[in-house]
């Protein structure tokens, strides 16, 4: 892909950077790669180096216990009894640990409606929900408590989008599992507006001002 960019017609001064979503504003371990080039007969290449990362304390949401909806939600989304201990027991040959309540989540996907194991979602119980102390993973009983995974409405928190989405997705009368593969196909919003921004600034502010266009 590089070298196609770079090659392509008069080729592309190209930079590219393996970004993750917490270091963006968003609570999560999400890792994406951004290609952004520029043609050659614009301008000349700069070493720019990554966005600037945005330190998660000072967030909207520092955790994914800030979002998480405090009050009732679906009973669909808790755990189902027949399927609770699978979900929550570590089988000898995967990977990944099966932890829930976890302050940073793990990468959103689009199947988040299929019940996947605990070492691949995002569970939060009712201890962690309720408590008060975001980086504190409280002791839980994994047989006889409630817990869940995140909702729609998380999920496009998590993502990045305004609450405005949830509610036009229960508008429009989206399934849940619809509304999950939307929230796991999209980009994380934070992170890919310090892509752009990061990129436009550098090279199209930056040449205006050189050409004293500013």
Known sequence: MKNALREIDGGYVLHTWDLMASDYGLPQKRNRIFFCGIRKDL?????????????????????????????EVDKKHYIPSGSRKTILTKPSNWQGDVNIDNAI?????ATMSKWHRAN???YY???????????????????NEPIRRITPLEGFRLQG???????????????YSAQYKLIGNALPVDLAHAVIEHFLNSYLISDKEENGNA
């Open 120 to 122: 691949q979602d995002n």
């Open 43 to 71: 301008t000349e290449g700069k070493d720019i180096g990554v966005p600037p990362t945005i330190d998660l304390k000072e967030a909207k949401y520092p955790t994914t216990w800030h979002l998480l909806e405090k009050g």
């Open 161 to 175: 989008f305004p609450d405005k989405y949830s509610e036009l997705a229960k508008k429009l009368k989206i399934s």
């Open 125 to 143: 119980s009712e201890s962690y929900i309720k408590g008060n102390d975001p980086y504190n993973r409280p002791s839980v009983d994994l047989e």
């Open 105 to 109: 989540a793990r990468p959103l996907t």
